[in-house]
């Protein structure tokens, strides 16, 4: 699913015009990433959560030049799904 079929699929169930529609859904993403870009934790209940993970240093190979590279920590994006909304994809076969 894209972000419009999302929107065209909110603004049928709700009434709302798309424009709107459109409008917040681009408002949510915005929150999420700046939030999350300033190392806060977003959740929403029965959905899950975003947050960052903290990734290790480690030695890495570039295998065409055959040399280690050190790659040092850094921060990730991710999404921790709460089990209300695992359940049913879980059951999908």
Same mark, same amino acid.
């Given at each position: 699913m894209t972000k419009a079929e999302l929107?065209?699929?909110i603004a049928m169930s709700t009434g709302y015009d798309k424009?709107?529609?459109?409008?917040?859904?681009?408002s949510?993403? +915005?929150?999420?990433?700046?939030?999350?870009?300033? +190392? +806060?934790?977003v959740?929403?209940?029965? @959905?899950?959560?975003?947050?960052?993970?903290?990734r290790a240093a480690k030695v890495a190979r570039n295998i065409s030049k055959n040399?280690?590279?050190a790659v040092p920590s850094h921060k990730v994006p @991710? @999404?921790?799904a709460y089990p209300e909304f695992e359940?049913?994809?879980?059951?999908?076969?």
């Open positions: 929107v065209n699929e424009a709107t529609v459109g409008i917040v859904v681009e949510f993403m +915005d929150s999420v990433i700046k939030h999350v870009s300033a +190392d +806060d934790t959740y929403l209940r029965g @959905f899950g959560c975003f947050g960052t993970k903290t040399i280690s590279v @991710f @999404f921790k359940q049913p994809v879980r059951k999908l076969k």
